[in-house]
């Protein structure tokens, strides 16, 4: 199983150039992948413009978005187009994972559809793979054929049927090695009853928080990602010493889960060390 981590965009004093040097960091110590989260009512880097900042200090190291809120743009041909462009200059590394979102702040700020979020998800892929079919006359050209793998997250009936007209699914691990199983298997269930081949891709996304502050640390991010009172009840499901860690990706490693993506409750580049010693021993129990 591969295990890939966060840029700390999440952070909401996030130092000038930390991203860079984060990304950087990552690939150096052997991550299989950089991830960005998405929300527009918040400090965070936009998504695709973090993920082409990266694209352009690493050379090997995947690149994806779990997720983005992909029915806040308006234009799905803009989109598509901002996508290609990404996968073109990364040489065919990145990956979309996308979801409508469940914040109905976030589209009365972009002047979306909240209640029409998920058709229009439905016809932003639809859209944007058939800019890189080539079929509309805009590029670039994806270095992947057919474009970027597109995987969705969420946990609803309406989203596992879609994860089967496309490529995977991002589950949440705050969920569990048990719930991640459940979901993999009506998956499973669904990409049969659709005649789809071949294989889906599997992934699943939540936090960690190490070293001596990691309390504090998990509570201040998640409070401003969450509010307190959900704040306070997701800290349990934050693994904060480095066994957890490896724990946690066991579990998931044993549900046949393709790649965890972890963030980290800290910009410190020191929880890239933690997070990658968390592997090794995660890997030198397996």
Partial sequence: ????????????????????????????????????????????????????????????????????????????????????????VSNGRLTLGLAVGARADDYELSGANFHRRGRDLDRQIATMRSVWAGEKGVGPTPVQDGGPDILLGGSTPAVFERVARNDGWIAGAGGGAEGFRRGKEQILEAWTKAGRTGTQRFIAVGHFALGPTAREDALRVLTYSYGPERAESMLGGVPMTTEAVAELLESFANEGCDEVILAANSQELEQLDFFAEAVRQSKARA
């Fill in 1 to 88: 199983m591969d295990v890939g981590v966060s840029l700390p965009t999440q952070i909401p004093d996030l130092k000038p150039r930390r991203a860079i040097e984060w990304a950087k960091k990552a690939e150096a110590l052997g991550f299989s992948s950089i991830a960005v989260a998405d929300r527009l009512q918040s400090n965070r880097y936009e998504c695709l413009t973090a993920l082409a900042m990266a694209a352009g200090v690493t050379e090997r190291v995947r690149l994806i978005t779990t997720i983005m809120i992909s029915p806040l743009h308006t234009s799905a041909v803009y989109l598509a187009k901002q996508a290609a462009t990404i996968d073109h």
